[in-house]
């Protein structure tokens, strides 16, 4: 009967390379979810941009893309775009990319969560694939607050901090007036000065 034992053993590892090989020869997914606006806040736009890439050695096959619980509609108003899309195929080595506009209408915590990505990994794929976006983490939203993940600006502070203002011009332009316009004032003086003195030539 020891005989059997590495029949055995050669028929397992035969399975599980298999295996392997199949997990190998199949499509994989690898998506990323982040924001193209540098701040949020209540009532304006906001940005999202997603990037799906097929690292695999398959096409991907009813790929979805759904968001829905990053973004409820009772928090954020969906300006452009949706939170649900599909795409028939994504070839090996192929990418796709989706962007949506929200606005946000609450103020306070929000979960930054992953979208949920599912997908067939090749033709003959019986079980749908699940994976999910990157995510940046927890945002914080205020009114009258900007969202920047390591710092919140007040919108006064962000105006006198980032906005060009008249009056700095002003204070600009008198700092500088003193060193250009009283030497051109000069320059002017002397040339008049001197083109009235010049005596002028008689024609031949």
Known sequence: MRWWLPLLFVIYLSVTSGQDADANDAAHIVASKFALSQYAVEGMDYVIDYRLHNVGEKAAL??????????????????????????????????????????PRIVGVFNYSSALITYYPSEDAKEVRISHTTAPGEGY????????????????????????????????????????????????????????????????
């Open 62 to 103: 009813r790929v979805t893309l759904d968001d829905r619980d990053g973004f409820p509609t009772q928090a954020f108003e969906i300006i452009r775009g949706l939170l649900q899309v599909r795409w028939e195929r994504i070839s090996s080595g192929g990418n796709v990319s989706h962007a949506i506009v929200v606005r």
């Open 141 to 204: 939203l205020k009114k009258n607050f900007y969202l920047m993940l390591s710092y919140t600006y007040q919108k006064k502070v962000y105006d006198q901090k980032f906005s060009a203002k008249l009056g700095v011009w002003l204070v600009f332009l008198m700092l500088v007036a003193p060193s250009t316009v009283i030497p051109f004032a000069l320059w002017y003086h002397s040339k008049t000065k001197y083109s009235q003195g010049a005596p002028s030539k008689k024609s031949k």
